[in-house]
């Protein structure tokens, strides 16, 4: 028998049940994150919880922050294929609010897993706290995110040329942020109201509407620019 070929399923399944085992550690990660916080979530317990050996959390992540890494991972990467996949060709007003939908469905849907990645985000700004995270790269690469559809908004006419895209972007990633806080710290909030009123002010602050361009195209002309498109006839002059 092929040797190669008798190790290759071997090999497939090995993988197999390492990324099972992975997923199953995450996900009891995030369960006593969510129940217990971060004190309470030990490689132990996240182990046991998994259905796994005491150690093996321990020996596959290291420490808590490799597993805390993991966790931030994890969810950050399901996020952004949610948004990816709802932005999808959208430019402009139209892919923020995509995003923003796309946002709302995540925290519906995933709560727990949002609870976990925000409580990590917050806990890397403690000076004293053992796990960092790069916070300041995924805020970095979601604001130039918005900022490329900003752009690609205003090459295509749909936003106004006078809207500066990263400030608009950091503006738009701080609503985010804010309403995530609010919604976390009061489940009770109005989540769907509030992404609501967002969607609203992104179209109001970005999208060139059709009366917009009525108005642009009533204003008139330049007297320069007037006699360089329509010079006055001359007058003969009297014999």
């Not at 402009?92 to 990590?120: H, I, S």
């Not at 608009?168 to 609503?175: H, M, T």
């Not at 509407?209 to 204003?219: E, I, L, V």
Request: glycine share 6%; hydrophobic share 45%.
């Amino acid at each position: 028998m092929n040797k190669k070929a008798a190790s290759a399923p071997r090999g497939r399944k090995q993988a197999e049940r390492t990324a099972l085992s992975d997923r199953l550690l995450t996900e009891a990660a995030i369960e006593l994150l969510v129940k217990h916080g971060i004190q309470g979530t030990t490689l132990q317990a996240v182990g046991e919880r998994a259905g796994y050996s005491r150690g093996l959390a321990t020996h596959r992540f290291g420490s808590k922050a490799g597993l805390f890494g993991k966790v931030l991972q994890v969810a950050s990467m399901d996020w952004l294929e949610r948004v990816q996949e709802a932005v999808g060709p959208r430019v402009g007003a139209d892919a923020l609010c995509a995003a923003t939908d796309a946002a709302e469905k995540f925290f519906r849907e995933r709560p727990d897993e949002v609870r976990a990645m925000y409580l990590l985000w917050f806990l890397s700004i403690d000076p004293s706290a053992d796990y960092q995270s790069n916070i300041a790269n995924v805020h970095h690469a979601q604001r130039r995110d918005v900022a490329q559809w900003i752009k690609a908004g205003q090459k295509a006419g749909l936003v106004h040329a006078d809207v500066d895209p990263m400030r608009a972007a950091e503006q738009y990633a701080a609503s985010m942020a804010g309403i995530a806080y609010q919604w976390l710290a009061n489940p009770r909030m109005p989540l769907s109201l509030m992404f609501r009123q967002l969607k609203s002010d992104v179209r109001a602050r970005l999208e060139v509407r059709d009366d917009d361009r009525a108005a642009s195209a009533r204003k008139p002309r330049s007297a320069g620019a007037a006699d360089r498109e329509e010079p006055r006839p001359r007058v003969a002059a009297a014999r």
